[in-house]
């Protein structure tokens, strides 16, 4: 079954790719490599999902801000690739930053959002490795970011 398939069959309704907001590029090609810059929580209907884990959201709420975060890190990648997401060979790496509470010990679980729809998108394509990072803060006061590194075809 094709990643776009997998992408009809789950039912998975993919973002638009946004465009930086900073002096940077949203993705960038080196070699066979497709490294995406880190992609915020932002829900469905656009609005930033902010808050700490372990204060105002749960780890739950973390798990699905993740998981918003790799919906538009692949539509980052099928931009990239110029929708064509057969070039894309496997992903290799997910970095997770979570805004969360001193206290706060699953970070795991919360990158788990982002890794499950990688998974469920590319299949074994879609098994990478990752770290889960807690942090006191991230921009614009989002609860969770996550980069990508791709490899391609």
Do not use: W
């Not at 789950?10 to 497709?34: C, D, F, Q, R, W």
């Not at 538009?72 to 894309?88: M, T």
């Not at 699953?106 to 788990?112: A, S």
């Not at 889960?132 to 969770?144: E, H, I, K, Q, R």
């Amino acid at each position: 079954m094709s990643f776009e398939e997998n992408i009809l069959k789950n039912n998975i309704i993919l973002p638009e790719a946004k465009a930086p907001v900073g002096s940077y590029a949203a993705t960038k090609i080196v070699g066979k490599l497709l490294f995406v810059s880190g992609q915020i929580s932002i829900d469905e209907n656009g609005e930033l999902i902010k808050g700490k884990i372990g204060k105002e959201l749960t780890t739950e709420d973390g798990y699905n801000a993740a998981k918003r975060c790799g919906l538009n890190i692949v539509s980052q990648v099928k931009n990239a690739c110029y929708n064509d997401l057969s070039k894309i060979r496997s992903c290799v790496k997910l970095t997770g930053y979570v805004n969360s509470t001193n206290n706060f010990m699953e970070q795991p679980k919360v990158i788990n959002g982002a890794s499950d729809i990688i998974a469920s998108i590319f299949g074994d394509a879609g098994i990478h490795t990752r770290a889960a990072v807690s942090t006191n803060s991230l921009p614009l006061g989002v609860s969770v970011e996550v980069d990508a590194i791709f490899e391609l075809i």
